[in-house]
Protein backbone atom coordinates (compact mmCIF):
# COMPACT_ATOMS: atom_id res chain seq x y z
CA UNK A 1 0.00 0.00 0.00
CA UNK A 2 1.55 3.21 -1.04
CA UNK A 3 1.02 6.32 1.20
CA UNK A 4 1.06 9.88 -0.44
CA UNK A 5 3.21 12.58 0.58
CA UNK A 6 -0.15 14.59 1.23
CA UNK A 7 -1.22 12.13 3.22
CA UNK A 8 2.05 11.77 5.35
CA UNK A 9 1.94 15.50 5.64
CA UNK A 10 -1.48 15.62 6.85
CA UNK A 11 0.18 13.03 9.78
CA UNK A 12 2.90 15.04 10.90
CA UNK A 13 0.81 17.61 11.01
CA UNK A 14 -1.94 15.99 13.57
CA UNK A 15 0.42 14.11 15.31
CA UNK A 16 3.92 14.94 17.10
CA UNK A 17 5.02 11.40 17.54
CA UNK A 18 3.80 10.39 13.50
CA UNK A 19 5.25 13.37 12.59
CA UNK A 20 8.96 12.36 14.71
CA UNK A 21 8.70 8.74 13.33
CA UNK A 22 8.15 10.25 9.47
CA UNK A 23 10.48 12.37 9.92
CA UNK A 24 13.09 9.56 10.73
CA UNK A 25 12.27 6.85 8.92
CA UNK A 26 9.96 8.75 5.71
CA UNK A 27 8.42 6.49 3.41
CA UNK A 28 5.57 4.63 5.53
CA UNK A 29 3.98 2.27 2.63
CA UNK A 30 3.78 -1.13 3.07
CA UNK A 31 3.34 -4.05 0.06
CA UNK A 32 0.11 -5.14 -0.86
CA UNK A 33 -1.14 -8.19 0.31
CA UNK A 34 -1.12 -11.24 -1.26
CA UNK A 35 -3.72 -12.81 0.92
CA UNK A 36 -5.62 -10.69 2.66
CA UNK A 37 -8.00 -13.66 4.66
CA UNK A 38 -4.29 -14.96 6.20
CA UNK A 39 -3.52 -11.22 7.11
CA UNK A 40 -6.75 -10.59 8.97
CA UNK A 41 -6.41 -13.72 10.96
CA UNK A 42 -3.33 -12.53 12.05
CA UNK A 43 -4.55 -9.17 12.46
CA UNK A 44 -7.43 -10.73 14.97
CA UNK A 45 -4.48 -12.78 16.75
CA UNK A 46 -2.18 -10.31 16.81
CA UNK A 47 -4.37 -7.69 18.66
CA UNK A 48 -3.17 -6.24 22.03
CA UNK A 49 -0.23 -9.67 21.97
CA UNK A 50 3.28 -9.29 21.57
CA UNK A 51 4.74 -10.08 18.28
CA UNK A 52 6.36 -13.34 20.04
CA UNK A 53 2.96 -14.17 21.57
CA UNK A 54 1.21 -13.96 18.24
CA UNK A 55 3.62 -15.69 16.32
CA UNK A 56 3.28 -18.76 18.72
CA UNK A 57 -0.41 -18.42 18.76
CA UNK A 58 -0.95 -18.00 14.80
CA UNK A 59 1.81 -21.44 14.33
CA UNK A 60 -0.07 -23.29 17.12
CA UNK A 61 -3.34 -22.54 15.43
CA UNK A 62 -2.20 -23.38 11.88
CA UNK A 63 -0.71 -26.76 13.47
CA UNK A 64 -4.48 -27.28 14.60
CA UNK A 65 -5.75 -26.61 11.39
CA UNK A 66 -3.45 -29.03 9.69
CA UNK A 67 -2.59 -25.82 7.38
CA UNK A 68 -0.01 -23.37 7.28
CA UNK A 69 -2.41 -20.91 5.31
CA UNK A 70 -5.48 -20.76 7.66
CA UNK A 71 -7.46 -22.65 4.89
CA UNK A 72 -10.93 -21.48 5.50
CA UNK A 73 -12.44 -24.97 4.25
CA UNK A 74 -10.62 -26.57 7.33
CA UNK A 75 -11.11 -23.75 9.66
CA UNK A 76 -14.78 -23.60 9.30
CA UNK A 77 -15.79 -26.70 11.20
CA UNK A 78 -13.65 -25.94 14.16
CA UNK A 79 -15.27 -24.94 17.24
CA UNK A 80 -14.64 -22.33 19.94
CA UNK A 81 -12.79 -24.74 22.19
CA UNK A 82 -10.51 -25.91 20.00
CA UNK A 83 -9.35 -22.36 19.13
CA UNK A 84 -8.97 -21.32 22.73
CA UNK A 85 -6.81 -24.43 23.68
CA UNK A 86 -3.98 -22.85 21.14
CA UNK A 87 -4.37 -19.69 23.33
CA UNK A 88 -6.85 -17.67 21.87
CA UNK A 89 -9.57 -15.76 23.63
CA UNK A 90 -13.17 -16.68 23.25
CA UNK A 91 -13.93 -13.38 21.18
CA UNK A 92 -10.88 -13.62 19.11
CA UNK A 93 -11.62 -17.48 18.20
CA UNK A 94 -15.61 -16.20 17.72
CA UNK A 95 -14.02 -13.67 15.00
CA UNK A 96 -11.71 -15.94 13.49
CA UNK A 97 -14.50 -18.73 12.97
CA UNK A 98 -16.76 -16.09 11.99
CA UNK A 99 -14.22 -14.81 9.10
CA UNK A 100 -13.37 -18.51 8.27
CA UNK A 101 -16.73 -19.48 7.54
CA UNK A 102 -18.06 -16.33 5.67
CA UNK A 103 -14.92 -16.52 3.16
CA UNK A 104 -16.03 -20.79 3.15
CA UNK A 105 -19.61 -19.14 1.76
CA UNK A 106 -18.92 -16.94 -0.43
CA UNK A 107 -20.61 -14.06 1.67
CA UNK A 108 -17.29 -12.06 2.64
CA UNK A 109 -15.59 -10.94 -0.67
CA UNK A 110 -12.10 -9.95 0.69
CA UNK A 111 -10.46 -9.09 -2.93
CA UNK A 112 -13.60 -6.05 -3.49
CA UNK A 113 -11.36 -5.02 0.55
CA UNK A 114 -8.47 -4.00 -2.37
CA UNK A 115 -10.18 -1.33 -4.58
CA UNK A 116 -12.02 0.63 -1.34
CA UNK A 117 -11.15 3.60 -0.08
CA UNK A 118 -9.50 3.76 3.80
CA UNK A 119 -11.57 7.20 4.27
Same mark, same amino acid.
Given at each position: ?? #?? =??? &??? &??? #???? &???? *????????? +??????? =??? *??? #????????????? *??????????? +?????? =???? !???? !?????????????? *???????????? &???????? !????
Amino acid at each position: MQ #IE =KHE &LDH &LAA #IDAD &LKSL *IARYGDLSF +PDSKDIY =KDL *IDT #IIGQMLSYQAANT *ISRRVQEAVGA +PDFDCA =KLKD !MDVS !MLRACGLSTVKAQS *ILDLARRTHMGT &LKLRSLVN !MSDA
